[in-house]
């Protein structure tokens, strides 16, 4: 198999810790089954502005040529708060976002029976949920111009803008994995109120008509809000616009018992881009409690998306429902009886389980 190449960024707050056990697993699992990966590390995000002025240097994009994927831990930081968006590290995330051109951002989110302890949520209303969110992440309030401060900054704006190939084309991406689950899509507006969502149902209708086996809802994105804890299951994919699935995909989070858990993908551009859901949680960076499961599930994804390599994705996958199984938790999951690990000892248990399971490695994908 050709090399594969992966751009790693670190980022701020936590990200270096996620993504340094991330790549341990990624490590441990490429070696098993024989995959051939190489890893570079560049900046982004507040780091990047500290060392050179720029939350996305130049030295960095240069390093997305002939990369296959990037891996992402986290861009935040608090000592920016006030500072105009393009000066903000989350400016380099968007502007990666952008050149990496991924508009497809898949956000998995499921219920562990493990961890039904550390939802707020009971656990009757969660459990079995297994839904996955398709968020539109190259358009809308994010990217609409224009945008800006004015009357002395007393006054603000943003454009919510969407056109009809932005919509379809991130709608056939939800049709194709819902056709590969459970065949069930809600696409999630205010149409309301908002031009931008009438034209999205309009266009998620017409895109229907090609995928006949998928059954469709539309829903209004407060209601939408009010069913994911009230009734999770009801969900399959849900599609739906950029700031809508950044808002849902945190809240999705609890039903998995902490936003530390869940993975992302974002696919349909030149190059992958991986990173977990939650942020820089500056007040924990440093301190080798963080949750790096998302950052672990997020690498399985890589492998499984950008890799095509189904067995080295679910062996990760396995051993995260087995260390849960165990009682193992960080600290945002622990509850009564369980053992608390930190960031460093999760990511070395999850890499020892994913290529310890001899029996299931061998009879699943022979090796
Ligand atoms: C996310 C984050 C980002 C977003 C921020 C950091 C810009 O919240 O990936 O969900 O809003 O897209
Ligand atoms: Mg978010």
């Keep these: 198999m050709q090399e594969f190449q992966i751009t790693v960024l ?46 996305l240097p130049d030295a960095t994009i240069a390093f997305f040529e002939g990369a296959d994927a990037v891996l992402l831990g986290a861009v935040g930081d608090p000592s920016f708060d006030g500072e105009s968006p393009e000066r903000r590290p989350e400016a380099g995330l968007l502007q990666m976002r952008q050149i990496l051109g991924g508009f497809a951002n898949l956000r998995p989110s499921r219920s562990y029976p493990a961890l039904a302890g550390s939802s707020p949520l009971r656990k009757e209303i969660f459990d079995g949920t297994d839904l996955l969110i398709v968020r539109e992440l ?37 049709f194709e994995a819902a056709e590969s689950r459970r065949g069930k899509l809600t696409s999630v507006d205010k149409a309301n109120v908002l031009e931008t969502s009438q034209l999205w149902r309009k266009v ?11 059954a469709v809802d539309h829903l209004f994105v407060d209601a ?28 999705a989070a609890v039903l998995t018992g ?23 949680a500056p007040d924990i960076a440093g301190t080798d409690i963080a949750n790096p499961i998302g950052a672990i599930a997020s ?54 389980y994913a290529v310890e399971d ?10």
């Design 10 to 55: 670190h980022g701020d707050g936590v990200g270096p810790e996620v993504c340094r056990e991330a790549i341990r697993v990624l490590d441990a699992v490429s070696a098993k089954f024989d995959i051939k990966v190489k890893t570079c590390e560049a900046l982004i995000g507040g780091v990047a502005i500290r060392e050179t002025g720029s939350p």
């Design 138 to 174: 190259l358009g809308g309030l994010y990217f609409g111009s224009p945008r800006g401060f004015q009357d002395g900054g007393r006054s603000a704006y943003n454009t919510m803008r969407y056109t009809a190939d932005e919509i379809e084309r991130v709608a056939r991406v939800a």
């Design 204 to 214: 998620v209708d017409e895109v229907s008509n090609d995928y006949r086996n998928v």
């Design 224 to 251: 939408c809000a009010m069913h994911l804890v009230t009734d999770p299951r009801r969900f399959d994919v849900i599609l739906t616009e950029n700031l809508f699935g950044d808002i849902l995909s945190d809240e």
């Design 258 to 280: 902490s936003l530390g858990m869940l993975p992302s993908a974002t696919i349909g551009g030149r190059t992958d881009l991986y990173e977990p859901v939650h942020g820089s």
């Design 299 to 352: 690498v399985a994804l890589m492998l499984r998306h950008t890799a095509k390599h189904e067995g080295s994705a679910v062996a990760i996958e396995r051993a995260i429902d087995r260390v849960l199984d165990e009682g193992y938790r960080t600290r945002d999951i622990s509850a009564v009886g369980t053992k608390v690990l930190t960031t460093a000892e999760m990511g070395m248990l999850i890499a020892e």
């Design 358 to 367: 001899e029996q299931f490695l061998a009879a699943a994908w022979g090796v």
